[in-house]
């Protein structure tokens, strides 16, 4: 675990002080989006380092597998001969992606009786309470979502390992590479994967920060699963060395509450849970077992979305606090703030995900090596909201235009914002740092309050 003094450092380190006085004059920015005032270029704060590399550029080149992992892969698929492999993950990757969360008692209740009032307002329906009954059951079963629990066992971990490793081993890699950009100093020692699956987050935290990892703890409730994990970090075998040391399995949670991680992570796991309750009261679990870091991933849908602002307003609005560590918690990222989230308030909601472009495991049916993972996130840390980076995050591919971009924004303000970024308007440098970024990065700018801006279209201006 870190030591006292290694958590101190981390928090009066210069990376986590930027929303405070204290900001390096390298990182200043008088530049206001969409154009209230231009660049002040006397503050430097490119330094020396090209537009394409300015302080808000989070981009992380196409993910590749280490080879270990993927030829372990391939030898276990190889082994199993199971027949029909290449339609079997098509189907699984096609439920689990299209997959909505399990509609809760209050909400079926909800339904029920919003339908027997609108049957009761038919008065060419007259029936009994009984045959009434049957009838807004029927209609229940008709307009309800029917979601079924997955049993992993040995023949499905293998299903979901050919479908899922590369792209889960992606997006983890894409939500690890945002602390470590912008947090460097930070090297955590200890690791909780909660609903570990096939181990893609052992292997992509060991690929980010190598030998200061010293302990791996994988949860998950499938035996099948874990040793499945196991086997691939031996090589595909069930005697061979670990290529990660350290890893530990296990099928439940540790109980003491004094036990914490410097990261702990759950990946395409809270939307396996059968019912809100249950996910309540893993989130609360996990936050209580966080000494630095939580990182919830999920598919890049609206469902996905809105699991995790879910679980982010309740570590936010937690009331519950853990005896061994006080310490409130902010968002870290993707949110520059920690407002109801902009993208679900909207007139027509969306869902706010990132990409990440990944090479897929050589398998006969890949026909394209080239891949992308659509994903959503969210990154709590412990602390204060003080200590983050409130740069505005581009939630949309930015699209360049002759002498202008356009980029989406999501403001430390809890807005989103339209933004057409021009030479003549922001100056040259600001303009160039925007037009070298892509979505999910950071643009670092200070946004006006929203009544200092002017009105922008919602659409591309014609001829662009």
């Known amino acids: 675990m870190a030591t006292a003094r290694a958590v101190r450092l981390l928090l009066t380190s210069s990376r986590w002080r930027l929303g405070r006085r204290e900001v390096p004059q ?10 209230v005032s231009q660049v002040d270029n006397s503050s430097d704060f490119l330094g020396k380092r090209p537009h394409r590399r300015h302080p808000g550029i989070l981009q992380l080149p ?18 199993s001969a199971m027949p029909n492999v290449e339609k079997q993950v098509r189907a699984l990757t096609n439920y689990l992606w299209s997959r909505h969360l399990p509609v809760g008692p209050e909400e079926l209740q909800r339904r029920a009786v919003y339908l027997e009032e609108k049957f009761l307002e038919n008065p060419d329906l007259s029936q009994s309470e009984e045959k009434l009954r049957e009838t807004v059951l029927r209609a229940l079963r008709k307009t309800t979502y029917h979601w079924q629990e997955l049993s992993y066992n040995e023949k499905l971990s293998l299903v979901y390992m050919a479908a899922r ?8 890699s894409r939500a690890f590479h945002e602390i470590q950009a912008r947090v460097p100093e930070f090297q955590p020692q200890t690791l909780l994967d909660f609903g570990s699956g096939t181990g893609s987050v052992t292997w992509a935290a060991h690929s980010t920060w190598g030998q200061s990892l010293r302990e791996y703890m994988c949860v998950d409730s499938s035996a099948a699963m874990l040793d499945l994990a196991e086997k691939l970090l031996k090589g595909g075998s069930e005697s061979g060395e670990p290529y990660v040391p350290g890893v530990f399995f296990r099928q439940f949670l540790p109980v003491s509450p004094k036990v914490q991680f410097d990261v702990v992570v759950s990946a395409f796991s809270l939307s396996e849970l059968p019912s809100k309750a249950d996910r309540t009261e893993v989130i609360h679990t996990l936050w209580r077992k ?4 939580l990182i919830l991933v999920e598919n890049g849908t609206k469902a996905g979305h809105s699991l995790l602002m879910d679980a982010r307003d309740l570590v936010l609005k937690g009331k519950e606090k853990s005896p061994s560590d006080p310490r409130p918690g902010f968002v870290f990222a993707p949110c520059p703030h920690e407002l109801p989230c902009p993208q679900l308030t909207a007139s027509k909601p969306l869902a706010c995900s990132f990409s990440q472009a990944y090479h897929s495991i050589p398998f006969s049916w890949n026909k394209k090596n080239l891949k992308e993972e659509k994903f959503s996130m969210v990154i709590l840390a412990r602390g204060s909201p003080e200590e983050a980076n409130r740069w505005p995050r581009i939630t949309q591919p930015v699209l360049k235009r002759p002498r202008h971009v356009h980029c989406h924004l999501c403001c430390p303000d809890g807005h989103m914002q339209h933004a057409v970024i021009t030479a003549h308007r922001h100056g040259r440098d600001l303009y160039r740092c925007a037009r070298v970024s892509s979505w999910g990065d950071l643009l670092p700018v200070i946004t006006p309050s929203e009544s200092e801006l002017p009105p922008y279209p919602a659409k591309d201006p014609p001829g662009s």
């Open 26 to 35: 390298s990182r200043a920015l008088a530049a206001l989006v969409p154009g």
């Open 62 to 79: 196409c993910v590749e597998l280490p080879k270990a992992l993927a030829a372990a892969a391939q030898l276990l698929l190889l082994q």
């Open 165 to 172: 490793l590369d792209g889960g081993f992606a997006a983890v």
């Open 290 to 293: 966080t000494s630095h870091f």
